[in-house]
């Protein structure tokens, strides 16, 4: 990987500066929400392991933090810098790196029990604590009205849910319309 600079002590790799701009909008949605950032050293653009095999990114876990690689092309970001597809994939994948590290046996098991799943790392998708907890972050820090790609997504349950994790109401709670 090639490093492309540095956002708030984050290396980001393979970037343009469409895709550094990205990542700076991403690691900030933490801050402006009051949360701890996510404990992330690396975001890598492609290639990563990962687009190679049609997802949008991947988390890579550690004791210390987590790095994270992005699926999205330069030539995406080029006819819209900042596409809800992109921005939801690299929130998605920050939101793994921080609910590995900020929550604890008794937020998770909590969490599990309103999203009606019992396990925090599941081999499917929809069943699996942690991919509800990263839709969950990212339907609450992004910036747009975002449906998560879980079930009981209502607004009421998403903000329950990110309670939860983080302790606080969601920024998206005075926009909820769908009980």
Known sequence: PVLSGTVAGVDVF?????Q????????????????????????????????????????????AGGNIGVCVEASELAMNSMPLVARRAILH?????????????DIRNDFMAVRGVSEWRADLWEDSGFE???????????DDPVTPRIPNNSCTELHTAYRILTGQDSPKRADCRNP
């Open 132 to 142: 509800h907890a990263a839709e969950v972050m990212m339907w609450g820090l992004i």
């Open 20 to 63: 550094v701009a990205l990542a700076t909008w991403a690691l900030e949605r933490f801050t402006h929400a009051g949360l701890p950032s996510a404990p992330v050293t690396k975001v890598t653009f492609p290639p990563t392991a990962a687009c190679t095999s049609g997802h949008t990114g991947i988390a890579y876990l550690s004791e």
């Open 14 to 18: 393979n970037a343009d500066t469409n």
């Open 93 to 105: 994948e920050l939101a793994h790196v921080w609910a590995a590290h900020q929550t604890n046996d």
